[in-house]
């Protein structure tokens, strides 16, 4: 594997049914309301009706003293269980969110296969590569978090 390219997973676990969680992820305009590491989705393209195809350029805040900005297509949408988007820009790849539940518990897995896209990002890579996936996990934390309370949990 490249040193610019990323395999990471992450793993919430939401004490809230599956179709409250499945509504938050899939309303992605609405994420900078209550992630707080979004801070701005522009909607570029609508999508058909089950949203495929649609556009959303998303700015990330993140723990590190920078931002990141890349547009997601989304891709594949099986309702209820997973939802793929292809990331093109500063950052390059495919996110797959998959939700199960287990009773009134929501597990969210999150795989992102990524391409470093910002060019002081490829070339600080070799030292810096610990610290983009540290940074990663901090923001998925925080989605985790943000979203708990959202849904009255936190």
């Known amino acids: ?11 919430w676990r939401i004490a809230a049914p599956l179709d409250r969680v499945w509504a938050e ?11 707080r590491a979004v801070r701005k989705v522009e909607r570029l393209r ?11 350029r998303i700015t990330w805040a993140t723990a590190l003293p920078y931002t990141i ?8 949408s099986e309702p209820m269980y997973q939802l793929e988007g292809r990331a093109t820009g500063e950052l390059n790849g495919v996110g797959v969110w998959t939700l199960t539940s287990d009773g009134d518990i929501t597990t969210v897995r999150y795989d992102w296969r990524v391409d470093l896209g910002k060019a002081w990002m490829r070339a600080f890579a070799p030292i810096l590569r610990p610290a983009f996936a540290w940074n990663h996990n901090v923001l998925m934390g925080w ?12």
């Open 143 to 154: 989605g985790e978090a943000d979203l708990k309370t959202r849904l009255g949990l936190g």
């Open 1 to 11: 594997m490249s040193v610019t390219a990323f395999e990471l997973v992450s793993y």
């Open 46 to 56: 609508d999508g058909d009706i089950e949203g495929i195809g649609a556009v959303r």
């Open 25 to 35: 992820i899939v309303d992605v305009d609405a994420w900078p309301s209550w992630w």
């Open 69 to 76: 900005t890349f547009d997601v297509e989304s891709t594949r």
